[in-house]
């Protein structure tokens, strides 16, 4: 964030003709000062909260570009305080989740349009109120980010410019809604909502950047699927075209009229079928094939044909081959190269903000030394920096690190290079060591301690696991065909009871053997007692309610839970607690720690595809709501309704009834369903059905977006992640007190290049505050 300087009512820096030595000055504003003013415990204390603010800037990747007056500070570091973002995220979650409550409500049991009661509508006026207070927080957010960049530099943000626009369409549709009570079906405003998540993410911003920066290169290998589509549905068109004429000059059929015996009129009606079901038209063959593109309608679209003649197989393979594993796998390569170097390129920019950032403080601090006005170096003094150091917000982890290297330092001053690598410790991995085990003077204890923190007392509570897991699964085989009056359950509570026992002993060895600090801080330790605990908790409430288990253990139905379903609870965790083993195999624990650290790196990923979500579902209940009539109860495959007989595979026959865009949360759950692209053809035939052929484009686009693009970016994420850690295991072998957390900086941390001493300065230079002559 930027702002002139005019606007400055403090200097940055002493005037020039005090600094002139040491090359820095203030370019307007503030007046002349002497030099006795410049030394002055207010002029000390602002260079100390502007040091502050350039390092929580550098922290956060945010830009330095802001005012640096001390108003300007106060309101900077509030507006960046937790109370403020979580007041910000609160309020953005709301606006959001305003779709589920207005009309069409999401508040009933069912979608199913078969089933579905009359939801409750919040009358005119309510969720409008919400909507004007999610506004004015948005009003406010915006007011102080357009004061803290300045207006000069806020012409120059698109970002923000779209911010203010987004308000106004947004306050403007708002005065419309309440103008007529409420009651019209569009609302732009609604699809304008997900803009306010994705303006208050710098990561999100960032990955929509380099999304955009891709589609180019995207861009022509679709073109290319496009072409490959066109040129096939022209071939299936003529191959399946509906005339007599045609089977004289198709090779396949009077090839199979002549040597096989098969009547001329038989061919005849199957290539008719195959007509009819597929390639009546353009639109319908366009979309037989795209479909088979993504193998959901495979082999169904072949089969008519096939059934015919062999031969037409051909076909069908060449245009799967060809489309599905070489060009849609082109693709997911050319996003996976592409993307990363463009992510790649986002993660070296916000290396330089840090760098930036953080020599930005070292230059104010070093106005807090008085040298010689000859002096050809600027220093920066230890105790400036630990001033600084005390109330900036970082990690602890962080802060300790840098504060152990300065006292560990013999000099009272700081170069410019010394500073900026003091700070290196922010692009560490975060390192979490486990306390140490407790030292015990007995002899039997040290034993008991040895044994029970070997690695095999380990593998041993994993054998006893699987033959709780084999035992669940032997007793679960012979009952399931039995009915409930049948069952016997004292074989499984007795095991139950045996194991939970071992598992409640093998807790308390471990503690005894690590010390209650050192077990849990260990995540599959927690994640062991915990479920231990809840075992032993149920265990006794079974106990209480029904009794030991004895012959015959088949008690009446007495509290909250019948006696089978507290031990199908039971069995429940203790196949969830068999997870436990994935710590101790190297390569699932590999895989199980990618996606940890894949999940926590997600949230930029994961806020682009709720704002799509968000939009795409907004627009489908504007154009699809109420298009979706029940015909009744249709589950039989041949049920008939009326005169006519519902075809396999049919939205109706098939009971979709569901999924619909009747409201906002049924409407989630169908664009759900069609990303992952089964039956999806079904969806594109009913609405195309009920509504118009054109719905076809809206699920195509839908198609595209997220099948496509947004889950080949989540597998280029996935892959590099992989990647990364496959190589470090390679280089680095784990410790087993230590465990490494990864962020997506981090990442790509070993390729970035270090800004140069010249690019900073340069970039100093330009600051609208920071002016220097050296």
Same mark, same amino acid.
């Given at each position: 964030?930027?702002?002139?300087?005019?606007?400055?009512?403090?200097?940055?820096?002493?005037?020039?003709?005090?600094?002139?030595?040491?090359?820095?000055?203030?370019?307007?504003?503030?007046?002349?000062?002497?030099?006795?003013?410049?030394?002055?415990?207010?002029?000390?204390?602002?260079?100390?909260?502007?040091?502050?603010?350039?390092?929580?800037?550098?922290?956060?990747?945010?830009?330095?570009?802001?005012?640096?007056?001390?108003?300007?500070?106060?309101?900077?570091?509030?507006?960046?305080?937790?109370?403020?973002?979580?007041?910000?995220?609160?309020?953005?979650?709301?606006?959001?989740?305003?779709?589920?409550?207005?009309?069409?409500?999401?508040?009933?049991?069912?979608?199913?349009?078969?089933?579905?009661?009359?939801?409750?509508?919040?009358?005119?006026?309510?969720?409008?109120?919400?909507?004007?207070?999610?506004?004015?927080?948005?009003?406010?957010?915006?007011?102080?980010?357009?004061?803290?960049?300045?207006?000069?530099?806020?012409?120059?943000?698109?970002?923000?410019?779209?911010?203010?626009?987004?308000?106004?369409?947004?306050?403007?549709?708002?005065?419309?809604?309440?103008?007529?009570?409420?009651?019209?079906?569009?609302?732009?405003?609604?699809?304008?909502?997900?803009?306010?998540?994705?303006?208050?993410?710098?990561?999100?911003?960032?990955? %929509? +950047? $380099?999304?955009? &920066?891709? /589609?180019?290169?995207?861009?022509?290998?679709?073109?290319?699927?496009?072409?490959? !589509? @066109?040129?096939?549905?022209?071939?299936?068109?003529?191959?399946?075209?509906?005339?007599?004429?045609?089977?004289?000059?198709?090779?396949?059929?009077?090839?199979?009229?002549?040597?096989?015996?098969?009547?001329?009129?038989?061919?005849?009606?199957?290539?008719?079928?195959?007509?009819?079901?597929?390639?009546?038209?353009?639109?319908?063959?366009?979309?037989?094939?795209?479909?088979?593109?993504?193998?959901?309608?495979?082999?169904?679209?072949?089969?008519?044909?096939?059934?015919?003649?062999?031969?037409?197989?051909?076909?069908?393979?060449?245009?799967?081959?060809?489309?599905?594993?070489?060009?849609?796998?082109?693709?997911?390569?050319?996003?996976?190269?592409?993307?990363?170097?463009?992510? %790649? +390129? $986002?993660?070296? &920019?916000? /290396?330089?903000?840090?760098?930036?950032?953080?020599?930005?403080?070292?230059?104010? !601090? @070093?106005?807090?030394?008085?040298?010689?006005?000859?002096?050809?170096?600027?220093?920066?003094?230890?105790?400036?920096?630990?001033?600084?150091?005390?109330?900036?917000?970082?990690?602890?982890?962080?802060?300790?690190?840098?504060?152990?290297?300065?006292?560990?330092?013999?000099?009272?001053?700081?170069?410019?290079?010394?500073?900026?690598?003091?700070?290196?410790?922010?692009?560490?991995?975060?390192?979490?060591?486990?306390?140490?085990?407790?030292?015990?003077?007995?002899?039997?204890?040290?034993?008991?301690?040895?044994?029970?923190?070997?690695?095999?007392?380990?593998?041993?509570?994993?054998?006893?696991?699987?033959?709780?897991?084999?035992?669940?699964?032997?007793?679960?085989?012979?009952?399931?065909?039995?009915?409930? &009056?049948?069952?016997?359950?004292?074989?499984?509570?007795?095991?139950?009871?045996?194991?939970? !026992?071992?598992?409640?002993?093998?807790?308390?060895?471990?503690?005894?053997?690590?010390?209650?600090?050192?077990?849990?801080?260990?995540?599959?330790?927690?994640?062991?007692?915990?479920?231990?605990?809840?075992?032993?908790?149920?265990?006794?409430?079974?106990?209480?309610?029904?009794?030991?288990?004895?012959?015959?253990?088949?008690?009446?139905?007495?509290?909250?839970?019948?006696?089978?379903?507290?031990?199908?609870?039971?069995?429940?965790?203790?196949?969830?607690?068999?997870?436990?083993?994935?710590?101790?195999?190297?390569?699932?624990?590999?895989?199980?720690?990618?996606?940890?650290?894949?999940?926590?790196?997600?949230?930029?990923?994961?806020?682009?595809?709720?704002?799509?979500?968000?939009?795409?579902?907004?627009?489908?209940?504007?154009?699809?709501?109420?298009?979706?009539?029940?015909?009744?109860?249709?589950?039989?495959?041949?049920?008939?309704?009326?005169?006519?007989?519902?075809?396999?595979?049919?939205?109706?026959?098939?009971?979709?009834?569901?999924?619909?865009?009747?409201?906002?949360?049924?409407?989630?759950?169908?664009?759900?369903?069609?990303?992952?692209?089964?039956?999806?053809?079904?969806?594109?035939?009913?609405?195309?059905?009920?509504?118009?052929?054109?719905?076809?484009?809206?699920?195509?686009?839908?198609?595209?977006?997220?099948?496509?693009?947004?889950?080949?970016?989540?597998?280029?994420?996935?892959?590099?992640?992989?990647?990364?850690?496959?190589?470090?295991?390679?280089?680095?072998?784990?410790?087993?007190?230590?465990?490494?957390?990864?962020?997506?900086?981090?990442?790509?941390?070993?390729?970035?290049?270090?800004?140069?001493?010249?690019?900073?300065?340069?970039?100093?230079?330009?600051?609208?505050?920071?002016?220097?002559?050296?």
């Amino acid at each position: 964030m930027e702002v002139g300087a005019a606007a400055e009512a403090e200097p940055l820096l002493p005037p020039r003709t005090w600094r002139a030595g040491r090359g820095l000055w203030r370019a307007g504003g503030g007046g002349a000062r002497s030099a006795t003013e410049d030394g002055t415990g207010a002029d000390n204390d602002l260079y100390i909260n502007q040091a502050i603010v350039f390092i929580e800037d550098a922290i956060q990747y945010r830009s330095i570009n802001h005012r640096v007056d001390s108003k300007s500070l106060w309101l900077y570091r509030w507006y960046y305080s937790r109370t403020c973002q979580w007041i910000l995220s609160l309020t953005i979650t709301i606006i959001l989740a305003l779709a589920f409550l207005e009309k069409p409500s999401s508040l009933t049991i069912t979608s199913d349009v078969r089933y579905r009661l009359p939801a409750w509508n919040p009358p005119c006026g309510l969720t409008e109120s919400i909507e004007l207070l999610c506004f004015l927080v948005f009003m406010v957010d915006v007011s102080v980010k357009s004061y803290l960049i300045g207006w000069e530099e806020f012409w120059k943000n698109k970002w923000l410019v779209a911010y203010i626009l987004t308000l106004i369409v947004s306050l403007t549709d708002w005065i419309v809604s309440l103008s007529f009570f409420c009651t019209e079906n569009v609302r732009i405003r609604r699809i304008l909502r997900p803009f306010f998540l994705l303006q208050n993410s710098s990561m999100m911003k960032k990955t %929509l +950047k $380099s999304i955009n &920066s891709t /589609l180019p290169e995207m861009a022509s290998v679709v073109l290319l699927l496009a072409v490959h !589509l @066109s040129l096939f549905t022209m071939f299936a068109m003529l191959l399946f075209a509906r005339t007599k004429l045609f089977a004289k000059f198709s090779f396949f059929c009077v090839f199979l009229s002549s040597t096989s015996g098969i009547p001329g009129h038989a061919l005849d009606g199957q290539q008719d079928k195959e007509w009819v079901g597929y390639f009546r038209n353009l639109p319908d063959s366009l979309t037989s094939l795209l479909v088979l593109l993504t193998t959901a309608n495979n082999p169904d679209v072949m089969i008519p044909a096939y059934s015919m003649n062999r031969a037409y197989s051909i076909f069908f393979i060449l245009f799967t081959v060809l489309g599905n594993l070489f060009l849609m796998n082109l693709l997911t390569a050319i996003i996976y190269n592409q993307f990363r170097g463009y992510l %790649l +390129k $986002s993660v070296q &920019s916000s /290396l330089f903000r840090r760098r930036l950032g953080i020599r930005a403080a070292f230059e104010v !601090l @070093s106005s807090l030394r008085e040298a010689p006005a000859n002096a050809q170096q600027s220093y920066v003094s230890t105790g400036a920096l630990l001033r600084v150091l005390q109330k900036v917000e970082m990690d602890s982890r962080c802060k300790q690190a840098i504060m152990r290297s300065l006292k560990m330092c013999s000099c009272d001053q700081l170069s410019a290079a010394q500073f900026q690598k003091l700070f290196e410790e922010l692009d560490k991995d975060a390192i979490k060591q486990h306390p140490p085990s407790p030292e015990y003077q007995s002899r039997f204890m040290q034993k008991m301690q040895f044994a029970c923190g070997h690695p095999y007392f380990g593998y041993l509570g994993n054998v006893v696991a699987l033959a709780n897991i084999v035992s669940i699964c032997v007793v679960l085989v012979m009952d399931a065909d039995k009915q409930p &009056s049948e069952r016997d359950d004292f074989f499984l509570g007795a095991i139950n009871c045996f194991f939970i !026992l071992y598992y409640l002993l093998e807790m308390l060895l471990k503690i005894l053997a690590m010390g209650l600090k050192r077990y849990l801080s260990y995540p599959s330790n927690r994640f062991d007692g915990l479920l231990t605990v809840i075992l032993l908790v149920l265990e006794i409430a079974t106990f209480a309610v029904y009794g030991f288990p004895h012959r015959g253990w088949r008690p009446e139905f007495m509290g909250l839970l019948s006696l089978w379903d507290m031990v199908r609870l039971v069995n429940m965790f203790i196949v969830f607690r068999f997870l436990r083993i994935i710590p101790n195999m190297k390569f699932m624990a590999l895989v199980v720690t990618t996606l940890l650290d894949l999940v926590k790196n997600l949230r930029a990923f994961a806020g682009i595809l709720l704002v799509v979500f968000y939009a795409f579902a907004i627009t489908g209940i504007m154009l699809f709501k109420g298009v979706v009539v029940p015909l009744g109860n249709t589950s039989a495959v041949n049920t008939t309704y009326g005169n006519g007989t519902l075809q396999c595979g049919t939205y109706e026959q098939l009971e979709y009834w569901p999924n619909n865009f009747d409201d906002f949360a049924a409407a989630v759950v169908t664009l759900w369903d069609v990303m992952v692209v089964n039956n999806w053809q079904v969806f594109l035939e009913a609405f195309s059905r009920y509504s118009s052929p054109w719905a076809k484009i809206y699920f195509v686009t839908w198609w595209l977006i997220s099948s496509v693009i947004w889950v080949n970016l989540f597998v280029a994420l996935l892959l590099e992640n992989f990647i990364h850690k496959w190589d470090r295991r390679c280089h680095r072998e784990p410790l087993s007190d230590i465990e490494y957390q990864r962020t997506v900086e981090l990442m790509f941390r070993d390729v970035l290049e270090e800004p140069t001493e010249e690019e900073l300065m340069e970039k100093l230079h330009q600051h609208p505050h920071l002016q220097l002559c050296r």
